[in-house]
């Protein structure tokens, strides 16, 4: 029914709150799930990749999506990679001193706000596919 209303010059507005209603509830179901089980945390954080990468959205929307959904997906990972000490280990020892590093060159970064919210997306990425690494037998 909405297509045909569509298609003799109808609005797009009911179309676009439908699916941003469905889209906003499989994100939320998404998410939920993930926090469950984490070996399927890898499935959004590529569509998440994918989705920034090649959509419409320009400039401030794109990265309150950006950000938002990286929060919203990695943010729970943050005490399991805490408690189970994979960042002391090996090669992820290694980055977390890179990302120390990377903490210090923001303080003379000509912009650096922008470079805190790269360095906190960078940190959050990282502590989800540690959190999938260490699952891996």
């Known amino acids: 029914m909405l297509a045909i209303y569509m298609l003799n010059g109808g ?5 676009l709150a439908i699916f941003g209603v469905a889209a906003a509830f499989a994100v939320y179901k998404a998410a939920a799930y993930t926090r469950i089980d ?22 401030a ?6 950000y938002g959904l990286v929060v919203l ?7 399991f990679v805490w408690r189970s000490g994979i960042c002391r280990r090996g090669g992820f020892e290694l980055y977390s001193i890179y990302f120390v590093w990377a903490l210090v060159t923001v303080t003379y970064s000509l912009a650096p706000e922008f470079s805190i919210v790269r360095l906190a997306d960078a940190m959050l990425m990282f502590c989800a596919v540690s959190a999938i690494v260490y699952g891996v037998e």
């Open 11 to 15: 609005s797009y507005l009911p179309a």
């Open 38 to 59: 984490r070996q399927w945390l890898i499935v959004p954080l590529v569509m998440l990749t994918i989705f920034i990468n090649s959509f419409f959205l320009e400039g």
């Open 61 to 66: 929307p794109r990265a309150a999506v950006h």
């Open 73 to 79: 997906f990695c943010a729970p990972c943050v005490p």
